[in-house]
């Protein structure tokens, strides 16, 4: 039992209810729904990149902002294999391969890195 701040006693109702209880079903979920590594091969390393389900949204801020040394740095857990990442200094095309292995395997739409957009000239009234 709790006080109000007006001095009367309250009932503790215990945990308040939710609608999802990732505390509860955080396992099961990931089990059913992240999937094995996909596995790239770069400058003759193999490289293990998390499945894309199982990123988080700090990967995911990174990859959108084309930060991918900060992204490989959380969707690659082995620390040799990032280095080879970082040292492949890898070009756009190739990361969008990746991106679209990695959204094949967990059948999900990665989208294309962001790339400049040109700018429109406007029609000239006549």
């Known amino acids: 039992?709790?006080?109000?701040?007006?001095?009367?006693?309250?009932?503790?109702?215990?945990?308040?209810?939710?609608?999802?209880?990732?505390?509860?079903?955080?396992?099961?979920?990931?089990?059913?729904?992240?999937?094995?590594?996909?596995s790239v091969r770069i400058d003759g390393v193999v490289i293990h990149i998390s499945h894309a389900a199982s990123w988080s949204s700090t990967a995911m801020r990174?990859?959108?902002?084309?930060?991918?040394?900060q992204w490989a740095q959380?969707?690659?857990?082995?620390?040799?294999?990032?280095?080879?990442?970082v040292d492949a200094d890898l070009e756009n095309f190739q990361i969008?391969?990746?991106?679209?292995?990695c959204g094949h395997k967990a059948r999900m739409t990665m989208g294309k890195s962001s790339r400049p957009g040109s700018s429109r000239k406007r029609s000239r009234r006549r």
């Open 1 to 38: 039992m709790s006080v109000s701040p007006l001095g009367s006693e309250l009932e503790d109702d215990g945990p308040e209810e939710v609608d999802l209880d990732l505390d509860l079903v955080g396992d099961k979920l990931r089990a059913e729904r992240v999937g094995e590594p996909t």
């Open 96 to 101: 969008e391969a990746i991106f679209q292995t």
């Open 74 to 85: 959380e969707v690659i857990a082995d620390k040799e294999e990032f280095g080879a990442w």
């Open 62 to 69: 990174a990859a959108s902002t084309g930060d991918w040394e």
